[in-house]
């Protein structure tokens, strides 16, 4: 099956300071990747889709300018927590969207658990 | 390791019910989730159930799970052709600094008029 890679798996930082998480698709071209955010009550969360070559779609309530989403080539798509603080810890996951003639799926990297101190 | 398992593809009729399986390894999951994918779009929480629970209902949607054998089903009744799409199961489990979400690979619903 297709394979999603997550960078870094998990990081700790300090507040104020800037985090980028990297989402690739190992094996296929994903001209959209999802980025998703694990809440409290342990659901998932879609924050944006993230569309190649194009600006990212937000979802409602999601900062674009504190999670800022790039997704510079067919098999990367970066989001960055800007200025981050203790509230933005979390496990945020992506997955990477694979179309084939006329199936479509999706597939899930393992997550990155961010920790901000 | 944490694995999540569940079948390709299933194929019913409309107005049938949707029965859609999912296996576990990790024994101390959580929660347990069933999210719906339509094409193009990204996922949508159905319903999930907590690990001391063996049953919940919600509307069309019954979620079964016994916990012995690692296994929860997710049933919908009087399929329509609005059902149609991927349907992932989830588990949460805790580790280390919080709950991590592990997915399936999805199964693949079509429902036939």
């Known amino acids: 099956g297709a394979v999603v890679s997550q960078h870094p798996s998990w990081v700790i930082c300090k507040s104020g300071t800037s985090v980028k998480i990297e989402c690739r698709s190992l094996?296929?071209?994903?001209?959209?990747m999802f980025w998703y955010r694990q809440f409290p009550k342990q659901s998932l969360m879609l924050m944006a889709t993230?569309?190649?070559?194009?600006?990212?779609?937000?979802e409602q309530g999601v900062e674009k300018d504190k999670f800022l989403i790039n997704h510079a080539s067919l098999t990367l798509s970066t989001l960055t927590v800007t200025s981050a603080h203790p509230e933005d810890s979390s496990f945020y996951i992506c997955?990477?969207?694979?179309?084939?003639?006329?199936?479509?799926?999706?597939?899930f990297g393992p997550g990155t658990r961010l920790t901000v101190l | 390791g944490e694995d999540v398992e569940q079948s390709l593809f299933l194929s019913v009729r409309e107005g049938d019910s949707s029965v859609i399986n999912c296996t576990y390894t990790?024994?101390?999951?959580?929660?347990l989730y069933w999210y719906k994918q339509e094409p193009g779009a990204g996922l949508q929480l159905l319903t999930y159930i907590f690990s001391n629970m063996d049953m919940k209902q919600d509307q069309r949607l019954t979620v079964l799970l016994n916990k012995k054998d690692k296994h929860l089903s997710l049933r919908i009744a009087d399929t329509q052709t609005g059902d149609s799409a991927i349907y992932f199961c989830a588990e949460s489990i805790w580790e280390t600094g919080g709950f991590k979400t592990i997915f399936g690979a999805g199964t693949r619903l079509f429902v036939k008029a």
């Open positions: 993230s569309n190649e070559g194009s600006k990212a779609t937000y």
């Open positions: 997955s990477a969207r694979k179309e084939l003639f006329s199936t479509d799926t999706q597939y």
């Open positions: 094996d296929f071209q994903a001209t959209t």
């Open positions: 990790d024994s101390s999951s959580t929660y």
